[in-house]
Structures are given as structure tokens and as C-alpha cells.
């Protein structure tokens, strides 16, 4: 069963897509793409590799200009906070010079840092090894810590580009608890994700692409079957 979101215009939305169109290097990459992200929604993209994920999210980040279509921002566009795939740190500095070094460069006042910090670090498992030099951080610390960065700017839009890839369960469930929380706090969170058992616990709406185009808009809400299964029976519809 599809379920469709009603609505075509901004109101009630974050972010509203319409008739999306990108191209690289002369290959159409996202075709015709119109979706729209409710206000303080866990909101997941997710497809095959090749899908146009990462293409997608690029231009809703403003990394790539749109060849068609548009994108619109309820607020500030620039009111948005992005977690790319990659880890990008200090691995030679502590956490702490991260997070000090990485709000020099966001522009966050220290005070918000050093709150910021205090609210999460403890929910995110992290407030005893702050004070150790990132590279002794396992994986799901490192992508904990870059969670922990991305909020220190306190916006309204999270874009969190595949943010438990290759963590542990414990870390999995650890991020969903902060991604719940900050949806209960009025955030509005975009995800990617090649995990669908983990979208499907965290996710509000979930639009799978293929082949550069929505195949299917779920309100997971109301969605009472299994995602894979779902995912799996789309990508044969669209061969």
C-alpha cells in the first residue's frame, strides 16, 4: 500500500521538493523528485546503491545546484546542520579540542558549546572519553562524537547522511534515543540509511528511491508491514 502526502504546498513543511532534476557528467541522476518534510519529523531516504541518495541530500544541503525544479525552506536555509558518511576529526586531538575546534569554525559561541556538550555527551555514551584523543575512539564513538558536533549549532534542520553505518547495536540504539529526542524537542531530522530495520524503528516517513525517482512515499505511521520486504517487492516492480 503507497501512501501519499496530500499536501503541494509549504505550509506545515520544513522542506518542500518539487520536480527535483539533476545531472552528472551527462547522466541523469535525480528525475523529476517532489516530496515534502513535515516539521519536527524523522525523515528517511532510502534506496539501493546508485539510487541518487547521496545526490539527493547533496542538493538539498546546497552542495550541488539543481539543473530543474526547486527547493524550498520553511526558515533559513541556512538553519541546517549536516552529518556527512565520513567522520571528519581531529584523531590526534581530544574530544573535547574536537568539539572547542569545530565551534571556532561553526562560529558557536563557547558558552553553547560547553552547553551543548553537557546536554548530549552523557546521553550519547561519550562524557568519560572526551578527555582521550579521538584515536582511540572505536567507530561508533568517532560517529557518536560528529553526532555531538552537528548539534553544537543548535539548528532547526539535521541532515545525518547514513549515521549509523558500521556502529555497533548498542551504538544504534544509543543515536535512535538522541534522534527521538531532538524530534520530541521540535527538530526536524533527515536520514539516510542502507539499515531499514533501523528506519523503520526511528523513521515518521520513509520515500525509497530508484533510479534517480521516488518510487514509493511510506507514512510509517501506518505502515504495519515489513520495510524490507517492501523495499525488495519495489526494486522488482521497477526493474
Given amino acids: 500500500m503507497v501512501y501519499e502526502q496530500g499536501a503541494s504546498d509549504s505550509e506545515g513543511y520544513a522542506i518542500v521538493i518539487s520536480g527535483a532534476g539533476k ?35 547533496r542538493l538539498m544541503m546546497g552542495l550541488l545546484d539543481l539543473d530543474e525544479g526547486m527547493i524550498h525552506f520553511a526558515g533559513d536555509e541556512q538553519a541546517v546542520s549536516v552529518l556527512l558518511e565520513n567522520d ?10 574536537n568539539l572547542r575546534d569545530f565551534g571556532i569554525y561553526l562560529a558557536v559561541d563557547s558558552s ?3 552547553a551543548t556538550t553537557m546536554k548530549y555527551a552523557s546521553l550519547l555514551q561519550l562524557n568519560t572519553a572526551l578527555d582521550k584523543k579521538v584515536a582511540t575512539y572505536s567507530k561508533g564513538m568517532k560517529r557518536k562524537l560528529s553526532l555531538l558536533i552537528t548539534l553544537l549549532k543548535d539548528s532547526p534542520i539535521l541532515m545525518l547522511d547514513e549515521l549509523t ?20 524537542e521540535g527538530k526536524t531530522v533527515i536520514i539516510t540509511s542502507h539499515d531499514l530495520a533501523e528506519v523503520q524503528k526511528i523513521s515518521d516517513w520513509i520515500t525509497i528511491l530508484a533510479n534517480g525517482t521516488i518510487a514509493e512515499i511510506i507514512n510509517n505511521q501506518n505502515f504495519k508491514g515489513d520495510l524490507e520486504e517492501r523495499f525488495f517487492d519495489i526494486l522488482e516492480e521497477v526493474k
Avoid at 88 to 97: A, I, M, P, Q, R
Avoid at 165 to 184: A, F, N
Fill in 23 to 57: 545531472s552528472l557528467n551527462d547522466t541523469k541522476i535525480i528525475r523529476e523528485v517532489s516530496f515534502h518534510v513535515p516539521h519536527n519529523s524523522i525523515y528517511a531516504i532510502i534506496g539501493p546503491n546508485g539510487a541518487g541518495k547521496t545526490t539527493l541530500l
Fill in 88 to 97: 571528519y576529526l581531529f584523531e590526534g586531538k581530544t574530544g573535547w579540542e
Fill in 112 to 114: 553553547l558549546v560547553s
Fill in 165 to 184: 553505518s558500521g556502529v555497533d547495536p548498542e551504538s544504534r540504539r544509543v543515536m535512535r534515543g538522541v534522534l527521538q529526542l531532538l524530534k520530541e
